[in-house]
């Protein structure tokens, strides 16, 4: 491939070589993987010195089956995670579909959610590189707080970080740089596409960030609380003003 800059309609290509192609556990010779802005900024982070996330990834990284689903959820049925339901670090459970409590008690402990574990979208072109803190609680049955009972479907995946913070880890990933190396990762067809395991031990940061990323992710989740709970009083008051017009209705 040779490097061109886009010219009206001329297609845009990029410099490779055989060194690149073999820094890839698949020897990928593509335009995307030779993106000359993520080379050089890879280049840099190198130079200065990196860590790679699979330093911190001993476990496998576990992904969800695809279950059979009840057709609606019951009071002892049990919630699926999937892409649609991680949005913006959080977790909409209304969009969760449901298995019933003996699927779930069958599965695999990897399988069965711990508060802690980081969720992360791995599957499905723009809906790639969605992380999530799994943090849910429920009651054990001894009255205890305990964790709430969870699962994933096949496009979700399970990390459990050891030696780094299972908030810092959300906030890598979903960082610029993090965001940039999904967008670069990512193969497969069109509407099929996929980041897999292999991919995502390879993901690098700056060593520097290692003794003051807790605190940032921290700070930011904080300060994150408090604009979700300033966004819902503004919910709130604006759905207070459609309800003085409901008169028009009586």
């Known amino acids: 491939m040779s490097q061109k800059k886009a010219s009206g309609n001329k297609p845009r290509s990029y410099v490779s070589s055989l060194s690149l192609v073999a820094t890839n556990y698949a020897f ?23 860590f790679e996330l699979g330093d911190y990834l001993p476990h496998p990284i576990v992904k969800g089956t695809q279950p059979e689903y009840l ?40 399988r069965q959610l711990k ?15 969605k992380p999530y803190l799994f943090n849910l ?8 707080e305990g964790d709430a009972a969870a699962t994933v479907d096949s496009h979700v995946s399970i990390l459990r970080p050891i030696g780094l913070s299972s908030i ?11 965001q940039m190396q999904f967008r670069r990762a990512e193969s497969g067809a069109s509407g099929q596409t996929t980041v897999t395991e292999d991919d995502i031990r390879r993901f690098i940061f700056p060593r520097t960030i290692l003794s003051t990323i807790d605190a940032k992710a921290n700070h930011i989740e904080g300060e994150r609380a408090l604009i979700a709970q300033a966004r819902e009083k503004l919910l709130l008051k604006e759905r207070t003003l459609w309800e003085g017009l409901e008169f028009l209705t009586s």
């Open 28 to 50: 990928r010779c593509d335009a995307k993987y030779a993106d000359v802005a993520f080379v050089t900024l890879e280049a840099k982070l190198r130079a200065a010195g990196c």
């Open 71 to 110: 057709d609606q959820p019951s009071d002892d049925s049990v919630p699926v995670i999937n892409t649609l339901s991680i949005q913006n670090l959080t977790l909409r459970l209304e969009d969760c579909r449901h298995i019933s409590r003996e699927h779930f008690d069958a599965l695999p402990a990897e």
């Open 115 to 129: 508060k802690g574990d980081v969720l992360l979208t791995v599957d499905g072109g723009v809906s790639i590189g």
């Open 137 to 144: 609680v429920g009651s054990a049955d001894d009255g205890e």
């Open 168 to 178: 810092s880890l959300v906030y890598l990933l979903a960082s610029p740089l993090g």
